[in-house]
Every structure is written in C-alpha cells, then in structure tokens.
C-alpha cells in the first residue's frame, strides 16, 4: 500500500465517521467532488495544501513523513 493510498483510504473512513458525502466534504473544504473522489482513490495529482484542506475538514492532520 502506498502513502498516496493510505491517505485515500484514512480520509475516506472519517469522511464516513462523519457520514459526509464526497459533495458535502468538497463543498467544506472548498475544491471540487472530482478532487476528493481522487484523493481517497489515490489517483490525480492534487497538491498537498488541498489533500491537507480536505483531510483538516474530517479531523485528520497529516505528519511530516522523514
């Protein structure tokens, strides 16, 4: 499993916990249902800032990997 698909699968999860769309979470962290469909697939390229974004909107901080 890659970093790319971990992130995917946590955001994911607690975009369920929440019971939240993939619209409803878009819409929260201001980019687009395309973008969080990507993410928790692990597929795009979206930039960090916007992974971040969507990932603070469900509780989740990302670490510093290194």
Do not use: F, N, P, W
Not at 25 to 54: D, K, N, P, Q
């Amino acid at each position: 499993m890659t970093v790319v698909s971990s992130i995917g699968d946590a955001i994911h999860a607690a975009r369920r916990r929440h019971r939240l769309t993939q619209e409803q979470l878009a819409e929260l962290a201001g980019t687009s249902t395309r973008t969080v469909r990507e993410i928790e697939h692990g597929s795009g390229s979206t930039s960090i800032a916007t992974v971040a974004a969507v990932a603070d909107v469900v509780g989740l901080a990302l670490g510093v990997v290194g």
